[in-house]
């Protein structure tokens, strides 16, 4: 091979290096800064660009991934999660607290990234750190355990506003974990176990008393429905014994008149049914044993008349 030959291929090998440099292809959803000899120049596109090679040369920023910050020349323009270390907050009843907080934020401006900001993901970092702290100093610990969402709002929009001229866009903040002391711990469960007892208790009373009410207006019911079943049954009773006092009565009034009509008017009805009686009540004397006396009242003479008197009209009949 002649020196002519080695000199051709030298071309067509630095033609390609050349070619090459010149050409920088970009994914999707990434871009890259170019400075012109240590000045800001373009900023690369998604697909195909050309640059000039030596001469243009592509910025280096500081990336953050698996918990490392390294050097690249790309910059991922997706939302991307920061997951920091727990960071140890003091509320504002003084109680240490541990927390761990994730950042969601996406790059919107390139050059104001690469410019604004010496090291983006250390910055974004402290920066959350310090306003997470000035936001739970002013809470006490128990707001703190409650409140994520009110902390989530307000750090989110301290560090968005924050980070504007960072070319960043903050677009959520998450409060992974809520470590308290185990002191703290211990004593927040002995609390939470003292109110169910009392929940308990007073949940318990009330059964009870809520029972006893109802039994007792069962009692009372119960007396009630009794009290107006006796006085049922004695209006019953009383309304029975009137209508057969009438019955008799009426039926005595129609036996009045019956013998009225059979022994006529000139002998007394009522000489006649008391006679009836007498009679009768001297036959159960007479057919009882010996041994009985029998008392006859003073009036047994008129008894006798009334009895004569009878006999005597049943035998003129």
């Known amino acids: 091979m002649t020196v002519a030959t080695y000199v051709l291929i030298a071309l067509v090998l630095l033609a390609l290096i050349i070619v090459k440099k010149s050409l920088v292809i970009i994914s999707q959803s990434e871009t890259k800064i170019i400075e012109r000899l240590g000045k800001y120049h373009a900023t690369l596109r998604p697909g195909i660009n050309v640059i000039i090679p030596f001469v243009d040369k592509a910025k280096s920023v500081v990336a953050y991934r698996a ?22 907050v ?28 010496n090291n983006l993901p250390n910055a ?15 809470l006490e610990l128990d707001e703190t355990l409650t409140s994520r969402d009110t902390i989530n709002t307000k750090l989110r929009a301290v560090l968005d506003d ?6 960043i866009k903050v677009n959520r903040v998450e409060l992974q974990d809520i470590t308290p002391p185990e002191s703290v711990l211990q004593a927040m469960e002995k609390q939470m176990q003292a109110e169910r007892n009392k929940r308990a208790t007073i949940l318990t009373s009330e059964g009870q008393k809520a ?46 008149d019956k013998i009225t009509e059979a022994v006529g008017k000139s002998t007394n009805p009522a000489n006649y049914l008391l006679a009836q009686k007498y009679i009768a009540m001297m036959q159960e004397v007479a057919s009882g044993p010996a041994t009985k006396t029998v008392y006859l009242p003073f009036e047994a003479s008129n008894m006798m008349g009334s009895i004569g008197g009878i006999k005597d009209l049943f035998k003129s009949e």
């Open 211 to 256: 029972a006893a009410i109802l039994q007792s207006e069962g009692q009372k019911t119960a007396r009630i429905n009794q009290a107006e079943a006796d006085r049922q049954t004695k209006i019953l009773e009383a309304e029975g014994e009137a209508q057969a006092r009438i019955r008799k009565a009426e039926a005595e009034a129609i036996a009045i």
């Open 90 to 117: 003091i509320t504002k009843d003084n109680v240490q607290t541990q927390i761990n907080a994730l950042l969601y934020f996406q790059i919107v401006d390139p050059f104001k990234a690469v410019y604004e900001i």
């Open 67 to 88: 918990g490392r910050y390294f050097y690249t020349t790309d910059i991922d323009l997706r939302e991307q999660v920061y997951d920091f270390d727990k960071q140890n």
């Open 162 to 167: 924050a980070t504007n001229k960072w070319g």
């Open 124 to 138: 974004i970092e402290k920066l959350t750190q310090t306003t997470l702290r000035n936001i739970i100093g002013e």
